[in-house]
C-alpha cells in the first residue's frame, strides 16, 4: 500500500496555476516534516518547500511567494499550491516524509510515485 499518493498534476500555460496534493497514511503524515521536490528530465531531484509537524514552512528560494505549501491535518492531505508557472517549473513533483526539517532530499524516507506538470511559454 503507497504511503504517499500525489494527484494534481497537469499541463498549464507559463502564467497559470495548479495545485498539487498528496495523501498520506496517517503515520507517514504524522513525520516530523512534509515536503514537495522537484525533478527535470537530467537535473538533480530539488527541494521545493517543507512544512514541519508545528506547521512552519520553509522555501527554496525560487519558489518564495509564487508556491505556497499547506496541509490538512483531519484528512492526512499535503498541499501545494503554484502560481504564475514558468516553463523552467516543468518537472516531476514528489510529495516526501522525513524526519528533518529541510529541503534536503537525502534526509526523506517515503516518497509519492510523482505527478507531471509541465508548463509552456
Known amino acids: 500500500q503507497a504511503q504517499l499518493v500525489e494527484l494534481g498534476g497537469g499541463s498549464v500555460q507559463a502564467g497559470g496555476s495548479l495545485r498539487l496534493s498528496c495523501t498520506a497514511s496517517?503515520?507517514?503524515?504524522?513525520?516530523?516534516?512534509l515536503a514537495w521536490f522537484r525533478q527535470a528530465p537530467g537535473k538533480e531531484r530539488e527541494g521545493v518547500a517543507a512544512?514541519?509537524?508545528?506547521?512552519?514552512?520553509v522555501y527554496a528560494r525560487t519558489m518564495e511567494g509564487r508556491f505556497t505549501i499547506s496541509k490538512d491535518n483531519a484528512n492526512y492531505t499535503l498541499y501545494l499550491q503554484m502560481s504564475s508557472l514558468r516553463p523552467e517549473d516543468t518537472a516531476m513533483y514528489y510529495c516526501a516524509a522525513g524526519t528533518a526539517y529541510t529541503l534536503m532530499p537525502k534526509l526523506y524516507y517515503s516518497w509519492g510515485q510523482g505527478t507531471q506538470v509541465t508548463v509552456s511559454s
Open positions: 496517517e503515520s507517514t503524515y504524522m513525520s516530523r516534516s
Open positions: 512544512i514541519k509537524y508545528d506547521g512552519n514552512t
